[in-house]
């Protein structure tokens, strides 16, 4: 069965460094997300992206993150300068479509941690 | 906007008795409502999907949910607990992304 791959699982990075988190969505899906669940929180939207460009992004998502589909298979989070904060779980989704009714499928997640 | 409210962030539950999570939602147009699961240490795994059509939807593992328009709420059950069933549940509601509640943390008790 198709579907998201994350990785690395788990990342740690030090304080001020930039970290690059790769998804491999499924193959013919068309909409790409982008979530982050803080320790013992909800899972909030970050992202989300169609047609190679960002379609909407939440208050978190500022000037310190970018995403990007770099090829046609990988689709990345990059994080410039990681804070204590931004320590989390990032979770990748991806649809087929946006209509209303069409779940997002996630991926395992990757667990990031700044030291 | 369009949300969603989970009741009780922890719920506990004795092995064969009935679960039941619930969730409220909030929307001014036709909801599309989901209920995820997350196992320890894992992703985020859909249970099952309430579009349109029939209000009650059965999802995997034995869950189902019921969505009742008249008391906006969409709570996710199942007849008898099991063991495995220990896990985080999301609610959540299709808007152009998808709109999670804060979880519920189901317990099962021996």
């Known amino acids: 069965e198709p579907e998201v791959t994350q990785t690395p699982s788990h990342q740690v990075t030090q304080m001020g460094q930039e970290v690059i988190l790769r998804c491999v969505p499924i193959?013919?899906?068309?909409?790409f997300y982008w979530y982050r669940q803080i320790l013992g929180q909800k899972v909030e939207f970050l992202v989300s992206?169609?047609?190679?460009?960002?379609?909407?992004k939440s208050e978190i998502f500022d000037d310190q993150f970018s995403v990007e589909r770099p090829d046609g298979s990988n689709f990345t989070l990059k994080i410039r300068s990681t804070k204590l904060e931004d320590s989390a779980m990032y979770f990748c989704?991806?649809?087929?479509?946006?209509?209303?009714?069409?779940?997002?499928?996630f991926g395992q997640g990757t667990r990031l941690t700044v030291v | 906007a369009q949300s969603v409210t989970q009741l009780g962030s922890h719920v506990s539950v004795s092995e064969g008795a009935l679960v039941l999570l619930r969730c409220n939602y909030s929307?001014?147009?036709?909801?599309?409502l989901f209920w995820y699961v997350q196992y320890p240490n894992q992703g985020l795994q859909l249970l099952l999907k309430?579009?349109?059509?029939?209000?009650l939807v059965k999802g995997i593992n034995g869950f189902e949910a019921e969505f009742k328009k008249s008391e906006t709420s969409f709570h996710l059950t199942k007849p008898s607990a099991h063991m495995s069933d220990a896990a985080e549940y999301f609610c959540?509601?299709?808007?152009?992304?998808?709109?999670f509640g804060k979880g519920t943390r189901l317990h099962i008790l021996p």
């Open positions: 989704a991806s649809s087929p479509r946006v209509g209303m009714n069409t779940e997002a499928f």
């Open positions: 193959s013919n899906h068309l909409y």
């Open positions: 992206f169609y047609n190679n460009e960002i379609s909407e």
């Open positions: 929307s001014s147009v036709p909801p599309y």
């Open positions: 309430y579009t349109t059509g029939a209000t």
């Open positions: 959540a509601v299709r808007d152009d992304k998808i709109i």
